[in-house]
């Protein structure tokens, strides 16, 4: 299996434009997470979905943000309008189960910059 | 809250030496505890995880770690350190929340190895 995929890897932006970073779980991986790493904040859980549905999104930082699944194979996270400080690492994690029980494979992240 | 704290961001060691590298969870109940690695420009990869049963839990890459109810400890050790180690660990706390399952990430600890 390939692993998580996430494009683009890299993104540079400037502040106010809209930003979307996309997603491709596992194959039979029920579980996809969005986490955001910073230095300063460290990995913070955004959202997760559970068999496309979201679960919890208490972690998404304000209403710029948005996250879908349309179907088992894809997902995006979308910012609009983008801002400084959401300048980040922002990775995509998924898990054939509940979490405890099952491991998160993560993808390889989209560093993202807006300037 | 669950939280986690990985008291030491950055540790120096020579290859071939020992590592431990601390971790300390706050939860009440029997909490889920896991060591992820990062390496540079990478995502996260699962190093380890424990749930319950025998309290040394062997992981992937020589690693291992001990827990410590008492003293609310995860540490991870490696015997002899390689120089393919330098690289980025997380440990981790997993526990069931209102919304489903909570995944709280330490701030991490990066590791130099010096030859």
Not at chain 1, 18 to 37: A, M, N
Not at chain 1, 58 to 76: I, Q
Not at chain 2, 30 to 54: N, R
């Amino acid at each position: 299996d390939a692993g998580v995929i996430q494009s683009p890897r890299h993104e540079v932006t400037e502040m106010g434009q809209e930003v979307t970073l996309r997603c491709k779980p596992i194959s039979g991986h029920d579980y996809l997470f969005w986490y955001r790493q910073t230095m300063m904040r460290g990995l913070e859980l955004l959202i997760y979905f559970n068999n496309n549905v979201p679960i919890d999104d208490s972690g998404m930082p304000e209403d710029r943000f948005s996250a879908k699944m349309p179907n088992a194979s894809f997902s995006t996270l979308k910012i609009q309008p983008s801002e400084p400080r959401d300048s980040a690492v922002y990775f995509c994690a998924s898990s054939p189960g509940p979490l405890v029980n099952n491991e998160q494979f993560f993808g390889p992240g989209t560093r993202l910059t807006v300037l | 809250a669950q939280s986690v704290t990985q008291p030491d961001i950055h540790i120096t060691v020579s290859e071939g030496a020992s590592l431990e590298l601390r971790c300390n969870y706050s939860y009440g109940a029997t909490p889920y505890l896991f060591w992820y690695v990062q390496s540079p420009g990478q995502g996260l990869q699962l190093l380890l995880k424990y749930f319950s049963g025998d309290t040394l839990v062997q992981g992937i890459k020589g690693f291992e770690a001990e827990f410590k109810r008492s003293q609310s400890s995860f540490n991870l050790r490696k015997p002899s350190v390689h120089w393919s180690d330098a690289a980025e660990y997380f440990c981790a706390v997993g526990a069931r929340s209102n919304s489903g399952y909570a995944l709280n990430f330490g701030k991490g600890t990066s590791l130099l190895v010096t030859p």
